[in-house]
């Protein structure tokens, strides 16, 4: 399932108005029904009554403007998509957005809606922000019946769609911003339809270009530059990094041009691809059709104009031909595949395949690895597969998130530019001085941003700093090793976060451990030092901060992990010395009942050998002589 989910939901159609536009029907891709993205990006018209939108350049001439710094989450070949965390409201609550830059809306599912499915975490609540506001019916939108809320709806090509009304409201990025919270236009669904109603993540944070994206809303208050950057973990790992706002760039950092005025998407000023340093037979123009050359971080694989892809696949192939092709995981599909060796790891796939470079019209050309165009067989070990595809009819040469596999990717919007840097993505976060200062943990929020469905918990993050009672924590944590594996290292693996959190081993419980396909996920419980006692809240948004922050530091043999979700609990029945405590009793119980029943074995089978020697009582052994017979 987790292919079939809508992973970025590249096809969204941009729409650079607020009214409502309808999306195209399309014929269904080559691989609609298993890969989630497959339809290039493309425009519909919006309705003739709606104001349309031109895309303007934005030129800030501010420096030191403060950026966002946050971490993406989940893996792209597995979920089909990355996600990042982002707070709404007063309390604030947490959600987990597909990061999507051919997206112009951010949204998430609303308490009211009808139609959406079960997501990562609870749904928004307007009626729970002091900070909620409706988006007032006017000339520049689309109205509900009732002619009182603006409403948008968005419709996609693998035939999901979204729709609901505009809020806005304070919009939180995390302990590592620099940005504190902003009041931003979003969209709170009320029905969802197809792959967005199935997918685990709650919604899409709209990177795009247009004024409902999160990125032209904090550039049009100043708040930061005209710019943002993504860097996407590679093969095997996930994670990764988001900026929005600018910082300072890598001085080898390789540029090409992007034309806002030719497209709503990103574009490069693609002219070639050479493989393993020969350039493949083509012209310049076929990568100029349609919308030319997309960058988009919704979309998993790559596709190319059909003679773009025929070339592509003919000098792959013909660099690894001694490796035996293979059927691809799915028989209704034709993919393109070789079974490499017995082992599955993919560090050494750079000696067996090609090198691929992407050439611009400056003549600098991006280097890509053999992780940026192959995907793992999910059916055979050590074999791989071409995440490359044709792009049928449409003429637009779409990159999507595969090809940016370890990556850093600048999106600077003020200069018309696109920028790439090769970089271990997983560990950007810890390394790279975005605010100029040296890299380090940030200092825990003051508050804890909540993503408990239980209204009357969500006072722990409440901003007028009423405390609840806190008599645990549950932490659900994904981690990216096997159950299989974990399970005999568990202890092990508690120590670390016993230590990490600097509280002592009885602290911390294991509550549950399920197995997610290559990963496992692990019930975490803290429980306070003594079991009359209670966490304090700064004590308690330390301990989540701490994991959701990643500055609990793992050693290598347990993976990466990520924080899914967390809730604080009030004393109750069922604590862990309650818990204990009831255990001992169930224990002296079942002693006893066993020794009882011991007893009880015993004395049956002395009664039983009794009754197999019976005694007569003297009276009964009486009986009437026999009268003597003559001889």
């Not at 604590?575 to 001992?584: A, E, K, L, P």
């Not at 007893?599 to 003597?628: C, F, H």
Request: charged share 20%.
């Amino acid at each position: 399932m987790a292919l079939v989910s809508i992973g970025a939901t590249v096809s969204l159609l941009i729409y650079l108005s607020l009214p409502i536009a309808s999306g195209e029907n399309m014929s269904p891709p080559k691989d609609g029904s298993r890969r989630p993205m497959l339809f290039p990006l493309f425009l519909s018209q919006p309705n003739s009554s709606s104001r349309s939108v031109s895309i303007h350049h934005r030129k800030l001439h501010k420096s030191l403007l403060p950026n966002s710094r946050m971490r993406l989450y989940d893996d792209l070949l597995l979920n089909g998509y990355y996600t990042t965390r982002l707070w709404i409201g007063t309390p604030p609550q947490m959600f987990a957005l597909i990061v999507d830059s051919g997206s112009t809306v951010t949204y998430v599912p609303c308490s009211d809606c009808e139609q959406c499915g079960k997501h990562q975490d609870p749904k928004f609540q307007p009626e729970m922000s002091t900070t909620y506001q409706p988006v007032k019916c006017n000339l520049d939108c689309n109205c509900d019946d009732d002619k009182e809320q603006c409403v948008y709806e968005r419709e996609y090509a693998e035939h999901s769609s979204s729709k609901g009304v505009l809020g806005e409201d304070l919009i939180s990025f995390g302990n590592e911003s620099q940005l504190t919270p902003h009041r931003a236009v979003f969209g709170c669904e009320t029905v969802e339809t197809g792959d967005l109603y199935s997918q685990r993540a709650d919604g899409i944070i709209g990177l795009g270009q247009g004024d409902l994206s999160l990125v032209d809303q904090l550039v049009d208050k100043g708040l930061i530059s005209n710019s943002f950057a993504l860097c996407y973990g590679g093969m095997d790992i996930g994670g990764g990094s988001m900026v929005l706002g600018g910082f300072p760039y890598p001085s080898d950092m390789i540029f090409t041009d992007s034309d806002p005025d030719r497209s709503p998407y990103y574009n490069i000023d693609l002219t070639g691809i050479r493989v393993a340093g020969k350039h493949l037979s083509l012209s310049s123009g076929v990568f100029d059709g349609e919308h030319g050359a997309v960058l988009d971080s919704g979309t998993t694989y790559a596709y190319l104009p059909d003679a773009a892809f025929a070339a592509f696949e003919e000098a792959v192939m013909r660099e690894a031909s001694p490796l035996k092709q293979i059927d691809g995981p799915d028989p209704n599909f034709k993919d393109t595949c070789f079974h490499v060796a017995p082992s599955n790891d993919a560090s050494g796939l750079s000696k067996i395949f090609p090198s691929v470079e992407m050439v611009f019209k400056s003549g600098q050309s991006w280097l890509l690895s053999p992780e940026n165009y192959l995907f793992r067989h999910s059916k055979v070990h050590g074999a791989y597969c071409l995440g490359v595809f044709p792009n049928g009819k449409d003429h637009t040469t779409l990159l999507g998130g595969i090809v940016v596999h370890n990556t850093l990717v600048v999106y600077d919007r003020e200069n018309s530019k696109v920028g790439f840097w090769r970089t271990n993505c997983s560990e950007l976060s810890d390394r790279l001085p975005i605010d100029g200062a040296p890299p380090g943990p940030p200092p825990p929020p003051a508050k804890l941003p909540s993503n408990d469905s239980n209204p009357s918990l969500n006072t722990s993050s409440n901003l007028s700093g009423e405390k609840i009672r806190i008599g645990q924590i549950n932490l659900d944590i994904q981690l990216t090793v096997n159950s299989s594996y974990l399970k005999p290292r568990i202890e092990e693996l508690f120590n670390v976060f016993s230590k990490e959190l600097d509280i002592k081993p009885t602290q911390v419980y294991l509550s549950n451990l399920t197995s997610n396909g290559n990963n496992s996920l692990i019930r975490v419980v803290v429980f306070p030092l003594e079991s009359s006692s209670l966490f304090s809240n700064v004590t308690a948004t330390s301990i989540v901060s701490r994991f959701s922050n990643h500055h609990i530091k793992l050693p290598d043999i347990f993976g990466d992990y990520q924080l899914v979700t967390y809730k604080l609990e009030p004393p109750r029945e069922g604590t862990r010395w309650q818990m204990n405590n009831t255990i001992v009793v169930i224990a002296v119980v079942m002693v006893s009942v066993v020794v009882g029943l011991l007893a009880y074995g015993v004395w049956l089978m002395w009664k039983r050998k009794q009754r197999s020697n019976p005694y007569t009582p003297v009276d009964e052994a009486i009986v009437g002589e026999q009268e003597l017979q003559p001889l």
